[in-house]
């Protein structure tokens, strides 16, 4: 063992496992997690002993840095502006995922022999969240990118703030129908679990706020950005523990506050993790796998394992009901669910609360037998269920920079409606300023193309269109996309509505790849008559990404070179 050494020995040697691990793992084709996770089990006190018990418990202010960085990371993909496009299909699944997959798992779990309601509730609510520094690292290691990924993301920074709230709210009524009885004021209740969201959201945001406002104004040069992004980090994290508020909310709303006041700036939010992910992931998972202890297993495996099938059919059933209800993509609706199967951290984190409360001294010992086994089992099987889901998304290995990036979801409008050319380019041109964040005036940019549309008509046929205006100064392309399935009876060289009309804004020193966008877009949408008839016909912004991003548009769609 290795327990008397000192902690930086220990934090070396757990990183190097680590490294050793994901090395192993990525052999053997599995996620680089799996490995890091199974090395700490191997090298901790149930197999090898070469780390201790204690181990994990002596290196927890690095647990904690952790866990707070990658929620924050998640937090900060939370970008409503972004997800606006989104919200009915991520309203939808929350709510499923609020009612749906804690029932299942309560109704099932309440007629095993041996458990209690209160554990079933408890479990039942632990159900819930997603482990989003597992989630994270696999998208990473995937390099995965798309409208799949992006409510990926969204989803498990929205149930973990869930599973916070029910999970203060079920201690109450626990406590209040064990311990207080029915005299026991049921509106007091709902106090606590809402002075948590409120402490740890206004904690969050108020850092963030601060933050991305010393970082926009240029009080602090872009050179200090990520330290100014961990002591953020570090001030919302501790803020909390001290005014006994959650500190993984209060890190999750950090990542809220940068991604939405900050969206521009890289270095803060998840840009911060670029420079330390190895080694964050390598000493986290491990000590994660130091920590599950066997003995554990052997208590509360039978529960352990149907609590882990249940879960994994009720994520799997709230994710394909709540996207068919809300109409998004079959990659959505089909794996989804299967994505958010990954659970650590939070759970683990709720767990050692609810220990430290006497007032659930008979129930905590059973309840960390069966959640740490369903913990143990959830790391192992969920980075292999993400990595597939993702794969089966088809958006791994998307991260690289393409040609037509500048058309995310949000940047899209489907049943796209005017009366006339002028119409329709203004409201283009309000989707682009209110999109891009253009500090060009929208009545100038308005003025611009109209300008350029008398010079000469950008209709170039087949349904396409495609305005576009300069803009004087700026670093890349930016645009916008309506499709209208009606048509818009727009003037064009073969008489035929205007189906598809992308309105382009292009600095001045980017004309060369304006022309190549130009030439993707009329090469694809003119020439191929499937990809016509399939964004002609998309009902959904999501839809039209992804046609944009699936294989017979990649020979339209390229990657760009690094230097370009």
């Not at 995922?97 to 299942?104: Q, Y």
């Not at 080694?279 to 394992?305: C, M, N, Q, S």
């Not at 609360?353 to 037998?369: G, M, R, T, Y």
């Not at 009329?522 to 002609?536: M, N, P, T, V, Y």
Request: proline share 5%; net charge neutral.
């Amino acid at each position: 063992m290795i327990g008397d050494a000192s902690p930086l020995f220990m934090l070396g040697m757990v990183v190097l496992a680590g490294f050793l691990g994901s090395l192993i793992a990525r052999r053997l084709h599995l996620p680089a997690i799996t490995g890091q996770i199974l090395v700490g089990i191997l090298l901790g006190p149930s197999v090898i002993g070469l780390f201790q018990k204690e181990t994990p418990t002596m290196l927890l202010p690095v647990t904690h840095f952790a866990l707070g960085l990658m929620t924050a990371t998640v937090g900060s993909h939370l970008r409503f502006r972004s997800l606006w496009n989104a919200k009915n299909r991520l309203l939808v699944h929350l709510g499923f995922e609020a009612f749906l997959t804690p029932l299942l798992v309560f109704s099932t779990l309440i007629w095993l022999p041996g458990v209690s309601w209160p554990l079933a509730l408890f479990l039942s609510c632990l159900a819930i969240p997603t482990a989003p520094d597992t989630t994270v690292a696999v998208i990473k290691e995937t390099r995965a990118r798309g409208v799949f990924v992006k409510t990926l993301l969204a989803s498990v920074a929205l149930n973990n703030i869930l599973a916070v709230l029910a999970f203060e709210l079920i201690q109450h009524v626990v406590l209040a129908i064990q311990v207080s009885g029915p005299e026991h004021e049921w509106t007091s209740i709902l106090i606590q679990p809402a002075r948590q969201l409120f402490l740890s959201a206004a904690i969050g945001l108020g850092i963030g706020a601060l933050t991305s406002w010393l970082a926009e104004k240029r009080l602090v040069p872009p050179s200090h950005h990520t330290s100014l992004s961990v002591i953020a980090l570090l001030f919302a994290s501790g803020l909390a523990q001290v005014l006994d508020a959650s500190s993984l909310l209060s890190s999750l709303f950090l990542g809220i506050a940068f991604g939405n006041f900050a969206a521009r700036n890289d270095k803060l939010g998840h840009g911060v993790f670029d420079d330390l992910e190895q080694v964050i992931f390598a000493a986290f998972f491990t000590l994660a796998g130091i920590k599950l202890d066997f003995h554990y297993a052997l208590e509360g495996g039978a529960v352990a394992l149907v609590l882990f099938f249940v879960r994994v059919g009720a994520k799997s059933a709230s994710g394909y009901l709540a996207m068919k209800l809300a109409g998004a993509t079959k990659p959505l609706r089909h794996w989804l669910g299967l994505g958010l199967i990954p659970q650590a951290g939070l759970v683990i984190g709720l767990l050692l609360v609810l220990q430290q409360n006497p007032a659930f001294s008979d129930l905590v010992h059973q309840l960390l037998a069966v959640g740490l086994t369903a913990v143990l089992l959830n790391e192992l099987a969920g980075p292999l269920l993400t990595r597939f889901a993702l794969k089966k998304s088809g958006e791994t290995g998307m991260d690289k920079s393409r040609l037509l990036d500048f058309l995310h979801e949000e940047h899209i409008i489907t049943d796209f409606e005017a009366q006339d050319k002028d119409e329709a380019i203004a409201k283009l041109c309000k989707l682009l300023v209110r999109t891009h964040h253009l500090e060009v005036p929208y009545e100038t940019l308005v003025e611009s193309v109209r300008n350029r549309e008398k010079e000469i008509s950008t209709s170039i046929g087949k349904g396409l269109a495609i305005p576009h205006a300069i803009l004087p100064e700026g670093e890349r392309i930016v645009g916008v996309m309506g499709i209208s399935r009606k048509g818009l009876e727009i003037p064009t060289p073969d008489g035929r509505p205007v189906h598809c009309m992308v309105l382009l804004a292009t600095p001045r020193d980017q004309r060369n790849r304006h022309l190549e966008v130009l030439a993707a877009l009329a090469e694809s949408i003119g020439s191929d008559e499937e990809i016509r008839k399939q964004l002609f016909r998309a009902n959904s912004p999501a839809h039209v990404c992804q046609l944009l991003y699936a294989k017979q548009f990649k020979s339209y769609n390229v990657v760009l070179d690094e230097e370009a």
